[in-house]
DNA sequence: CTTAACACGTGACGC
DNA sequence: TGCGTCACGTGTTAA
């Protein structure tokens, strides 16, 4: 265990005189190349506040499983809902080009302020004409909502006249749905909306 | 430079006998920490084919530039998937049902204005996600509206995907299209829904 | 004075 | 044989 001075004791190997700068040179290089890396590596590492090659390490670590974590859930969410928040999304309001009877201006408009605004689904719009009721809603892509929304909405006494289901993006779901109520009963189409929603809150 | 044998000549510093010992454990300590930390490293980067420091620290250099990219473009990608929506006609707001996240006033909208108020057609909106662009038009029922409005999308360089029309009432139509936009083409919503309510403005 | 971290030279091992 | 990599012991320096 105890290293005794082997001062001519080469039971091993021998240096070549002339190589042995060559060896001591090129461990130097090696050791140059390492430190560059530990500098490198510590300076795309956030947040770091001891430099020690240690500490450059273990923080080094934490940080890509902290950046794979994060890859993970970034994933998952695009696959996912972020619900919590299910909202009938008050819709953007852009000046109209011909709000009144009068359909005379025309390059009113101009001013789209917020295109890119952010949107909580599902989002349920219900309206009425007579009997007929229409039902969009668009929502997060899972398997079975169709079928949960049309029941929900057979269940509220409309008998279903049409109803259609487009794909859109690669995570949500456009549904329109065309129903008539039955007979005299009559519903405010913000009551259908909130029944909607509240089946809504318990599908997700 | 060449290593003396310092037995007792010390031009710098003296070592105690008893603590030399722990110098070197110390330091052995601190080789076995660094080893330790190299083999986590090395264990969560993947797909490593040298296993020596420098590629380990090299690769995990990469590595984490890498996951750094990926988040970026995942968070950005979760920042496209929030649609941009435009609507071009002022729509009735429904008063978010009974909810903590909306806390409006909250049933003071129940007027009965709302169902019984006259709407001005067309009414357009579009909404576009990554490629996909999905526009809907509520408009009078006229023959040949639909394929108007079909030839006028495909005008704009937008590949139809899927197209439906629900009569509703018996005089209005709800034409519900998904479209994708070719190559690097692309373009604002807003402007979409300009051009299409020009078309609409020469239609009828 | 202790503690911790570092770079260095050096022997050893594998290809 | 050389070339590259490693671990070790050691001297040195800063907190």
New binding site residues.
């Given amino acids: 265990?105890?290293?005794t001075r082997?001062f001519s004791s080469?039971?091993?190997?021998t240096?070549?005189p002339s190589?042995?700068?060559?060896?001591?040179?090129?461990?130097?290089?090696?050791?140059?190349?390492?430190?560059q890396r530990?500098i490198a590596l510590s300076s795309i590492v956030p947040g770091l506040k001891?430099?020690?090659?240690?500490?450059?390490l273990g923080d080094a670590i934490k940080y890509v499983k902290h950046l794979q974590e994060k890859i993970k859930q970034l994933e998952e969410q695009t696959k996912k809902r972020t619900v919590e928040s299910v909202v009938l999304v008050k819709r953007y309001h852009l000046p109209a080009a011909d709000d009144d009877d009068d359909h005379s201006n025309s390059s009113s408009n101009d001013d789209a302020d917020d295109d890119t605004r952010r949107r909580s689904l599902p989002e349920i719009e219900a309206r009425a004409s007579e009997r007929d009721v229409m039902i969009r809603i668009h929502c997060e892509k899972q398997p079975g909502v169709l079928a949960k929304v049309l029941s929900e909405v057979e269940s509220l006494r409309l008998s279903i006249v049409n109803s259609s289901v487009l794909p859109f993006g690669n995570s949500t779901l456009d549904i329109t749905i065309v129903a008539q109520m039955d007979g005299e009963f009559s519903m405010k189409v913000i009551e259908l909306v909130k029944n909607l929603r509240l089946a809504f809150l318990k599908f997700m």
Same sequence: chains 1, 2.
């Fill in positions: 265990m105890i290293k082997p080469m039971a091993t190997t240096r070549s190589h042995a700068q060559d060896h001591i040179l090129a461990e130097r290089k090696r050791r140059e190349k390492l430190s530990f001891k430099m020690d090659k240690a500490s450059v």
